[in-house]
């Protein structure tokens, strides 16, 4: 294979108007791999720490440059060894999480280019030592944010996302078209009642005085207009908990609730029961494991009970969630650990333990970065999360696995 030559890195803007970083790693053969990085503003109290742009810029050109330059860049799990050994935190707030993770997974990129592969076979052959067969992939099920509250909107909705996914029966080129589809009814709907149609930062309706009741009805009824509702398509909800949980209550300002854990089970129990609600992310306070055991226990049987901020794609706290049964999926996002390796392991055991995966953007994306897309389909991952179906930082995800999807089809 080949060795790292160079590794430079600069400052670009993300879809928030946010400074991030922009990584490029050439080998000697030549090869090239650019990658940016994501932020989030819902963050888990256990994520990697993303330095200011210009400390990471400077990390990455001097201290990670020199480590890496000259070593073999196929050895990926080696050379996140050396990331994680040089940081020796366990958030890596001494080389910062955003530095790590750009060198990391532009390092894979520049592989995928020296060996003539995908970037998506290239993960593949990482994560499971071949590289299958195009007609066997199993493709995600997208999963779209089209209504936005909490950290992500400017309105005053406590619940931070409000979500439909297809049918898992339903092709990606299909799913793609339902989303699609709703979205743009309900923005109708939206301008027929006098709601305001600006967006969130993940490109979801962000109107004014709705609750999470009113935003699943408005969600439905659009649905209703031209699809079977528990049929084509479902619900879902990322409550991000953690942004409306103060003093040990869970405040709903929009409906002057203050609820606490039992309380705030039962709203979500009188949701589920009502809406046709399959998934529900991050319910409860990262802290009040009570909360999230009382969740699984109810309703993994009926839902997917997805944990975020809970687990912040480590292996070490998924450990304790499978032990304790707190959720029955998780959110990856590579940039919550810093390095592909850590990721890549963080699925595998999730895999094992039986727990659908959701491979996730951030609410601060770049406009070309595509990673996730090849990292859902290499690891055949149950969903994507990736926004809503408009704005290019979102569709870009789509449209890479519908690229792949065409490619292999
Ligand atoms: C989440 C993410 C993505 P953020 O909470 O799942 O939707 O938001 O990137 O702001 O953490
Ligand atoms: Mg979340």
Not at 17 to 31: A, F, P, Y
Not at 76 to 96: C, F, R, W, Y
Not at 170 to 192: S, W
Not at 295 to 314: C, I, P, Q, R, W
């Amino acid at each position: 294979m080949s060795k790292v030559r160079k590794i430079s890195s600069h400052k670009i803007l993300n879809s928030r108007g946010d400074w991030t970083i922009e990584t490029e790693v050439t080998l000697e053969d030549g090869s090239v791999g650019v990658q940016a990085v994501p932020e989030g503003a819902s963050k888990g109290e256990n994520e990697a720490i993303g330095l200011p742009a210009d400390k990471a810029v400077e990390i990455v050109e001097t201290v990670i440059a020199d480590a890496l330059s000259g070593e073999e860049a196929s050895e990926q799990e080696a050379l996140d060894e050396v990331l994680i050994q040089m940081d020796g935190t366990p958030n890596k707030s001494h080389l910062g999480g955003n530095s790590i993770m750009s060198v990391s997974l532009a390092v894979s990129k520049a592989c995928a280019v020296s060996k003539g592969l995908e970037l998506y076979e290239y993960l593949n052959l990482l994560y499971s030592g071949r590289i299958v067969d195009g007609d066997k992939l199993k493709f995600p099920t997208p999963v779209f944010n089209i209504l936005n509250g909490g950290k992500h909107a400017r309105n005053h909705l406590s619940f931070q996302e409000f979500m439909v996914i297809p049918s898992r029966s339903i092709n990606f080129e299909k799913a793609l078209e339902i989303g699609d589809k709703v979205y743009h009814t309900l923005e109708e709907n939206l301008v027929a009642q006098g709601s305001q149609t600006g967006v969130g930062d993940e490109g979801g309706f962000a109107p004014e005085g709705f609750t999470a009741a009113k935003a699943l009805s408005e969600i439905r009824k659009a649905a209703k207009q031209n699809f079977t509702v528990g049929k084509d398509l479902f619900f879902g909800m990322d409550a991000a908990a953690e942004s409306f949980y103060k003093n040990g209550k869970y405040c709903i300002e929009e409906e002057a609730l203050e609820l606490d854990r039992v309380n705030m089970f039962e709203y979500y129990k009188a949701l589920q029961t009502e809406y046709e609600l399959v998934y529900l992310e991050d319910p409860f306070y990262e802290k009040d494991i009570e909360g999230w055991k009382m969740a699984n226990k109810e309703f993994s049987k009926k839902m997917m009970v997805v944990a975020d901020d809970l687990v912040v794609t480590n292996s070490g706290f998924l450990e304790n969630v499978i032990k304790n049964e707190l959720a029955n999926a998780v959110i990856v996002k590579p940039n919550q650990v810093g390095t592909l390796s850590e990721t890549l392991r963080f699925i595998k055991k999730a895999q094992e333990a039986g727990m659908s995966i959701v491979i996730s953007h951030r609410s601060g994306e770049t406009g070309e970065d595509t990673f996730i897309a090849d990292l859902a389909v290499a690891v055949g991952a149950d969903f994507l999360k990736a926004g809503a179906p408009v704005r290019g930082e979102r569709v870009v995800k789509y449209n890479r696995v519908l690229e792949i999807l065409n490619e292999t089809h």
